[in-house]
């Protein structure tokens, strides 16, 4: 991927060479909720993808951290579903 041309935001990084291209990681700290991670990438065949991760506390009791488990699972198939809404949408 040496010869390829970078993407106006790739990071030009060790990353390119493993066949992507790879966005320098948009990182925020929210104190109390968690952290997310963002980052671009686009593979070699031109797709495209968010890399998202999500960091966020668990209560101890396993019970209730079952649940909120449950609830962020929930919500990112939800997130999943707008994601291609909007590229069908777009398309
Ligand atoms: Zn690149």
Not at 56 to 80: G, K, N
């Amino acid at each position: 991927m040496n010869r390829v041309q970078h993407t106006a935001w790739c990071a030009k990084d060790h990353s390119c060479g493993m066949q992507e291209h790879r966005s320098d990681p948009y990182r925020a700290v929210h104190p109390g909720l968690g952290t997310l991670v963002v980052t671009r990438v686009q593979h070699a065949d031109g797709r495209q993808f968010a890399e998202i991760r999500l960091s966020v506390p668990l209560v101890s009791t396993d019970r209730v951290a079952r649940r909120q488990l449950q609830t962020a699972l929930t919500e990112l198939h939800h997130l999943l579903r707008y994601f291609r809404h909007i590229g069908r949408s777009a398309a």
